[in-house]
């Protein structure tokens, strides 16, 4: 018999449909998988296997009852970035290490809503601001296809316990990259879905609208009803992209194109130089979308200019202007957060407004002049997965911050524009690395992307791979 973390989240949910297999032995089978391999790993800050157990015996009352929830009974996590009411949320941070939230963030309702019984908390690094994930509660999580290797963040854990098959799906969350980044790095599906898309409530603190909430999956479909599950506005919020016209999940089986597609590996970064691995992955991915039928032209100049960069700068830096931390705790936390937190505060409120007001004007111009295509093509990240410590080893936030534009270079764009954005596993190294690509969807349209990256998908497929130990 196929071994149950060899199912897919779709697979799963279809299984315990059928009386094939019990939540209960599912969440089983995955809280052996945490305890077996995450201490290697560091994928979790917290594990929570009675709530689990809990939530597996009321998800069997609910399908005795007939209840029609689409993935009931599937194991899943939360980031630890997100509130969940009565678990431990610590943001990452050390001086969050006892903190448990009262309420739940929707999208954690929503997905126990959709059936999804949450084993625990994933590991972020601190207030999910780098690109990598590491932190003082649980140190770095590591590549599961490399483990010298950091697995990328700010959804690191997510990505690497669903890399290892510890969980067949997970929520992660993406400010600058967060979940493309490490969906890259780990051989995985990473949606970004358009700004306003998946609801920030009850509270709805991301003023600055870079942040939205996403999937990381194996396989497009499992990521598309992961997504399903998350979508829909909550009375309240401040942005909300237009209903779809159907589920994330059917566009999955409908057919791609032919679509006109606009490519470019310069970011405009100063300083960011594509790896010959990289460049390789980016030149396969252009080859196969042709002969998929589809137009790819270069995109006549690097999106990203120097009044662009230094306004993100400025409004990356306001969130760390308003980090909930008491004086008293602020030497607990890491350099980089202490860089961004003093930038944060020596900005004025003319400063912050102008950079907010950047980056609409950039958005605006950038959608207007990418209007002609139906997707556009990139790199997600610079480089392979970096070695543990590459950022940070010199205790240098301002360091730290300069080598994660540079690595992390295309991602953060459409964080500003509010785009839909996929990464997709299509290159793998000679040494058995996985190399992320990126396509990006116009405003509101992750129907396009999911359709897309299913025929990348059944054209290259990559479910089949894993890291060592699965």
């Given at each position: 018999?196929?071994?149950?973390?060899e199912?897919?989240?779709?697979?799963?949910?279809?299984?315990?449909?059928?009386?094939?297999?019990?939540?209960?032995?599912?969440?089983?089978?995955?809280?052996?998988?945490?305890?077996?391999?995450?201490?290697?790993?560091?994928?979790?800050?917290?594990v929570?296997?009675?709530?689990?157990?809990?939530?597996?015996?009321?998800a069997?009352?609910?399908?005795?009852?007939?209840?029609?929830?689409?993935?009931?009974g599937v194991?899943?996590?939360?980031?630890?970035?997100?509130?969940?009411?009565?678990?431990?949320?610590?943001?990452g941070?050390?001086?969050?290490?006892?903190?448990?939230?009262?309420v739940?963030?929707?999208?954690?309702?929503?997905?126990?809503?959709?059936?999804?019984?949450?084993?625990g908390?994933?590991?972020?690094p601190?207030?999910?601001?780098p690109?990598?994930?590491?932190?003082?509660?649980v140190?770095?999580?590591?590549?599961?296809?490399?483990?010298?290797?950091?697995?990328?963040?700010?959804?690191g854990?997510?990505?690497?316990?669903?890399a290892?098959?510890?969980?067949?799906?997970?929520?992660g969350?993406?400010?600058?990259?967060?979940i493309?980044?490490?969906?890259?790095?780990?051989?995985l599906?990473?949606?970004?879905?358009?700004?306003?898309r998946?609801?920030s409530?009850?509270?709805?603190?991301?003023?600055?609208?870079?942040?939205?909430?996403?999937?990381?999956?194996?396989?497009?479909?499992?990521?598309a009803?992961?997504?399903?599950a998350?979508?829909g506005?909550?009375?309240?919020?401040?942005?909300?992209?237009?209903?779809?016209a159907t589920?994330?999940l059917?566009?999955?089986?409908?057919?791609?194109?032919?679509?006109?597609?606009?490519?470019?590996?310069?970011?405009?970064?100063?300083?960011?130089?594509?790896?010959?691995?990289?460049?390789t992955?980016?030149?396969?991915?252009?080859?196969?979308?042709?002969?998929?039928?589809?137009?790819?032209?270069?995109?006549?100049?690097?999106?990203?200019?120097?009044?662009?960069?230094?306004?993100?700068?400025?409004?990356?830096?306001?969130?760390?202007?308003t980090?909930?931390?008491?004086?008293?705790?602020?030497?607990?936390?890491?350099?980089?957060?202490?860089y961004?937190?003093?930038?944060?505060?020596a900005?004025s409120?003319?400063?912050?407004?102008e950079a907010?007001?950047?980056?609409?004007?950039?958005?605006?111009?950038?959608?207007?002049?990418?209007?002609?295509?139906d997707v556009?093509l990139?790199?997600v990240?610079?480089?392979?997965p970096?070695?543990?410590?590459w950022?940070?080893?010199?205790?240098?936030?301002?360091?730290?911050?300069?080598?994660?534009?540079?690595?992390?270079?295309?991602?953060?764009?459409?964080?500003v524009?509010?785009?839909?954005a996929?990464?997709?596993?299509?290159?793998?190294t000679?040494?058995g690395?996985?190399?992320?690509?990126?396509?990006?969807?116009?405003?509101?349209?992750?129907?396009?992307?999911?359709?897309?990256?299913?025929?990348?998908?059944?054209?290259?497929?990559?479910?089949?791979?894993?890291?060592?130990?699965?």
């Amino acid at each position: 018999m196929t071994a149950l973390h060899e199912l897919t989240a779709t697979g799963m949910a279809d299984a315990v449909r059928a009386r094939q297999v019990s939540p209960t032995e599912l969440v089983e089978h995955h809280l052996a998988r945490i305890e077996a391999l995450d201490p290697g790993i560091g994928a979790f800050i917290t594990v929570t296997p009675e709530r689990a157990r809990a939530a597996a015996r009321d998800a069997e009352r609910r399908l005795a009852a007939g209840d029609p929830a689409p993935l009931l009974g599937v194991p899943t996590a939360i980031k630890d970035l997100n509130l969940t009411a009565g678990v431990r949320t610590t943001f990452g941070s050390a001086a969050m290490a006892d903190h448990v939230p009262a309420v739940d963030d929707h999208v954690v309702t929503a997905l126990a809503t959709a059936g999804t019984i949450s084993l625990g908390k994933t590991s972020t690094p601190e207030f999910g601001f780098p690109c990598y994930t590491d932190n003082d509660l649980v140190g770095p999580t590591r590549c599961p296809w490399d483990t010298t290797r950091l697995a990328g963040g700010s959804s690191g854990g997510a990505a690497a316990a669903v890399a290892l098959g510890m969980l067949p799906f997970a929520q992660g969350s993406d400010g600058g990259g967060s979940i493309r980044i490490p969906a890259g790095i780990n051989g995985l599906v990473g949606i970004k879905p358009a700004r306003g898309r998946v609801s920030s409530a009850p509270l709805g603190a991301e003023i600055t609208g870079l942040g939205v909430q996403g999937p990381l999956a194996r396989t497009v479909r499992d990521a598309a009803a992961m997504l399903d599950a998350m979508a829909g506005p909550v009375v309240g919020d401040p942005t909300w992209a237009p209903p779809p016209a159907t589920s994330f999940l059917a566009a999955a089986d409908r057919p791609a194109g032919p679509l006109r597609i606009a490519r470019y590996r310069d970011s405009g970064m100063p300083g960011a130089q594509l790896s010959t691995e990289v460049g390789t992955a980016f030149e396969e991915a252009s080859a196969l979308l042709v002969d998929l039928g589809h137009e790819v032209v270069d995109l006549p100049s690097a999106p990203l200019t120097e009044e662009v960069l230094a306004a993100f700068e400025v409004v990356w830096s306001l969130t760390g202007a308003t980090l909930p931390v008491p004086e008293d705790q602020v030497h607990l936390l890491r350099p980089l957060t202490r860089y961004l937190r003093d930038r944060g505060l020596a900005l004025s409120a003319g400063q912050a407004m102008e950079a907010l007001t950047a980056l609409r004007v950039f958005s605006r111009r950038f959608l207007q002049a990418t209007a002609p295509y139906d997707v556009l093509l990139a790199p997600v990240c610079t480089d392979t997965p970096r070695p543990l410590g590459w950022f940070d080893h010199d205790g240098d936030g301002a360091a730290d911050f300069e080598r994660q534009k540079r690595y992390a270079a295309f991602t953060a764009l459409y964080n500003v524009t509010g785009q839909p954005a996929v990464s997709v596993p299509l290159h793998w190294t000679a040494d058995g690395l996985p190399v992320g690509t990126m396509l990006v969807g116009r405003p509101a349209d992750e129907l396009t992307l999911v359709a897309l990256a299913a025929q990348l998908e059944v054209a290259r497929p990559w479910a089949h791979r894993h890291p060592p130990g699965w």
